[in-house]
């Protein structure tokens, strides 16, 4: 769970103990850049990816124990395998696949876009649904849906306990699910005035593009997450809603008892800090999961 100056990380440990980590946030998060428009969704970038990838490797070697510890070269070459592989597979292989269509039959750049981006999004759907049959993803995509029933909780007011907590949904609009969908319809969009490119430039263009559609899906999701009151906004994030429904289970009482052990951690780092600070009036407390939130809307 990460609050606006700490975060903090659950695991229960093999012998059935809760674990908690916690750490103050420092640098770019309490920058200026941090609140830069557009900007902000590159650090929400690093986010997803520095800090959820980091506290998944604590986790599983927690689980795992000395023996079976990932760390040093072996960790950086399987983060860097793996962010190469869904790179080609989510954006290289679609673009390819439009290109070689668009050669056969003639059709416009327009067309070859909206073919790419259905391929992309029926790849990254079938991708998700394809790994919550393996039970260890099972698993984790409860504890994903502990995570949303907490923070649920916390913003209806809730007390947090593990019986209060459970009746809370499983979706929440500030999901990094959400961002995933949002920047994959973008990236139809984006790459559409690009225009037509040779096949190189045309791949080339497809990675160099991912910060940006990073920026504007961040600063969709923030501006939908301000706006929940209007019916449109509502009727905007139903998609993305629906698509946590792949990525969320109900979680089990242990399961939340972890989300709720690292959200109240959170919570006193949080306070603490915001003393330490000496804030000119207190500030609202808004929070999101390490494992895929945006920042939350202020």
Not at 2 to 30: C, F, H, N, V
Not at 197 to 210: N, Y
Request: glycine share 8%; aromatic share 8%; proline share 6%.
């Amino acid at each position: 769970m990460r609050g606006k100056y700490a975060l903090a990380a659950a695991m229960r440990s093999p012998d059935g103990q809760i674990i908690i980590e916690t750490e103050e946030l420092k640098g770019i998060y309490q920058s200026s850049l941090s609140k830069v428009p557009f900007f902000r969704g590159l650090i929400l970038l690093w986010d997803a990816l520095g800090l959820g990838t980091r506290y998944l490797t604590r986790s599983a070697n927690l689980q795992g124990g000395e023996e079976e510890k990932i760390e040093g070269i072996s960790l950086y070459l399987t983060l860097a395998a793996s962010l190469a592989i869904a790179i080609g597979l989510f954006f290289l292989t679609p673009a390819a696949i439009g290109k070689a269509i668009q050669n056969l039959t003639g059709i416009s750049s327009l067309a070859m876009n909206l073919i790419e981006g259905v391929l992309r999004l029926g790849g990254v759907i079938l991708y998700i649904w394809g790994i919550g049959r393996i039970p260890d993803i099972q698993r984790v995509f409860a504890y994903h849906g502990a995570e949303h029933k907490t923070i649920n909780a916390f913003e209806a007011g809730a007390e947090l306990t593990p019986e209060t907590v459970k009746q809370y949904p499983l979706e929440h609009p500030r999901c990094g699910t959400s961002f995933l969908l949002t920047l994959i319809i973008l990236s139809v969009l984006v790459f559409s005035l690009v225009g037509n490119l040779p096949f190189g430039l045309l791949l080339l263009s497809r990675v160099l593009l991912i910060p940006v559609l990073a920026m504007l899906a961040y600063e969709y999701i923030r501006f939908t997450a301000n706006h929940l009151d209007h019916p449109l906004i509502r009727w905007m994030i139903r998609p993305n809603l629906a698509l946590q429904s792949l990525t969320t289970r109900e979680p089990d009482s242990a399961m939340l008892e972890v989300s709720i052990a690292s959200f109240n951690a959170m919570l006193e780092l949080e306070k603490s800090l915001q003393e330490k600070i000496i804030l000119p009036k207190p500030e609202p407390l808004t929070v999101s999961g390490v494992g895929g939130y945006q920042n939350p809307p202020e």
